[in-house]
């Protein structure tokens, strides 16, 4: 079965800096590459950022040059490194494989404010 566990969300003040971990078993990240989304209260979920398994990676436009995606296959865990955070980044982000699986966890809360 597939699973996903986010983990390192928090509060933190306009300007500041997050690295999120997405730990998955069922699935293997280095063969399924991976992806970051988010969902804002009353939004739609929508894509963050997504690796594929050959490591080429792509970024919504609104996080270009703030939002790193990484993978640590030997761990078959991946991060969102998310710097120069603003209010509009606030949401709860999830983690799921680059072509999106029906499998989500419970996601990691983010809060941008100051």
């Known amino acids: 079965q597939v699973q996903f566990v986010e983990s390192g969300g928090g509060l933190v003040q306009p300007g500041g800096s997050l690295k999120l971990s997405c730990a998955a078993s069922?699935?293997?990240?280095?063969?399924?590459?991976m992806s970051w989304h988010r969902q804002a209260p009353g939004k739609q979920r929508e894509l963050v950022a997504r690796i594929t398994s050959g490591g080429w990676k792509d970024y919504a436009d609104s996080v270009k040059g703030r939002f790193t995606i990484s993978r640590d296959d030997a761990k078959n865990t991946g991060y969102l490194e998310m710097k120069n955070l603003k209010p509009e980044d606030t949401a709860v982000y999830f983690c799921?494989?680059?072509?999106?699986?029906?499998?989500w966890g419970q996601g990691t809360q983010v809060t941008v404010s100051s």
């Open positions: 069922g699935l293997t990240f280095s063969i399924h590459g």
């Open positions: 799921n494989r680059y072509l999106v699986s029906g499998y």
